[in-house]
């Protein structure tokens, strides 16, 4: 299969290199088109635009920061849409609204495409190693056709239903999953450390008892040695973007969500504190700051 690639940030770059290296035909498109040099110079082939990845490709893969970004790049007058050949695939990973997800399903389906959301689960150094999760949605052949390629990138693949939307609903549930994590860490990091104990000792007890889920280890690791700066890491930008969209599709579903309403709130205080760019595990610094502790800046 012949394979394009729009959005090569700090998730879709390592993402793209091992399609190259499983030995795929792969052709890469980003805005600042320096990104791809390094995967040109080990075989890829640079497109134009998003319309010119899609011109001979049997699948398309696409992770980019945000709905209008996707939209851009999928129906904007340069975009995938516009060349993708009846019967191939769009392949999404990015973590979208609810909205804009039907709005990919129900427009390639007007163009004779098909579409497929594979939303992932992991930071880029899990991308880098190949150990993502996937979770995909959508029609079950296309869904079967592309797991190869998905494997390549990603240690294991769950497939979520055939409508796309149930793996973007998913992503932003699971994402929500990891904000209240953080919070609720954060609480317990903060009154210990007011205590007198060391977050430190606090978190080797957790992660050396009933709490060594991954989720506990990596994100409790960066929250009590204040690494809040990692390039490439998530930021409080992107945390409060997945946030109010998981709170809006609580809406459309009529599920209320007050935790989520909780790390909303979080993330738009991190924000007003100068924090927007930081890793998202910044919050533990809101909490602290409740608690009446110094900041690492002090």
Known sequence: MKIGFVG???????????????????????????KADDLVAKGAHRAASPADVAVDADVVFSILFDDAST????????????????GAAHVCCSTLSLDQARRLRDGHARHGQVYVSANVLGRPPAAEAGELFVMVAGP????????????AFGKKVFVVGDDPVQANLLKLSLNFMIMSTIEQMAEVFAINEKSGTDPH??????????????????????MVDHAYDKPGAPSVTLGLKDTEMFLAAGHDYRVPLPYASIARDRFLAAISAGDASRDFVVLMERVRQDAGLRSPRD
């Open 8 to 34: 090569l940030g700090a998730m879709g770059h390592p993402m793209a290199r091992r399609l190259l290296e499983a030995g795929y035909d792969v052709t890469v498109w980003n805005r600042t088109a320096g």
């Open 71 to 86: 939209e851009r790049a999928t129906f904007g007058s340069d975009g995938l849409a516009s060349t993708l050949k009846a």
């Open 140 to 151: 079950a052949d296309s869904c079967e056709k592309i797991t190869p390629l998905l494997e």
């Open 201 to 222: 000792t606090v978190f080797d007890i957790m992660t050396g008892s009933f709490f060594d889920a991954p989720v506990h280890r990596n994100y409790g690791k960066l």
